[in-house]
């Protein structure tokens, strides 16, 4: 049985920093890429940032130098630290699991945690 479960999203001002983590669960977590995503109202889904089961990282233009994943595999978890927030990044922030090396590809999602950004 599959779970994702995300959480730590809140309402922030503008500089301010939140950490997103989602806990994983049913699958084979340690071997698994993981991708953080966001969807903003009116706007694609776009990937924030994704890690490898070997820790490779990458991460959108927007966020590079802000925002930064890790993962927990003993704890099954995944984190995105983000910082200097901006009223850019308020979205609805998805945890993606297990992807195959294509694009958007990943089988399991999360049911997302809310982010507001606020001036």
């Known amino acids: 049985q599959m779970q994702l479960a995300e959480s730590g999203g809140g309402s922030v001002q503008v500089g301010e920093s939140l950490k997103l983590s989602c806990e994983g669960s049913?699958?084979?977590?340690?071997?698994?890429?993981m991708a953080w995503y966001r969807q903003a109202p009116g706007r694609a889904r776009e990937m924030v940032s994704s890690?490898?089961?070997?820790?490779?990282?990458q991460y959108s233009d927007s966020v590079k130098g802000r925002f930064r994943i890790s993962r927990a595999n003993d704890k099954n978890t995944l984190y995105l630290q983000m910082n200097n927030l901006k009223t850019e990044d308020a979205a609805v922030y998805y945890c993606?699991?297990?992807?195959?090396?294509?694009?958007?590809?990943?089988?399991?999602w999360g049911q997302g945690t809310q982010v507001t950004v606020s001036a």
């Open positions: 049913g699958f084979p977590f340690e071997k698994c890429g």
């Open positions: 993606a699991a297990c992807g195959s090396g294509g694009v958007d590809d990943y089988k399991y």
């Open positions: 890690i490898s089961s070997f820790l490779w990282t």
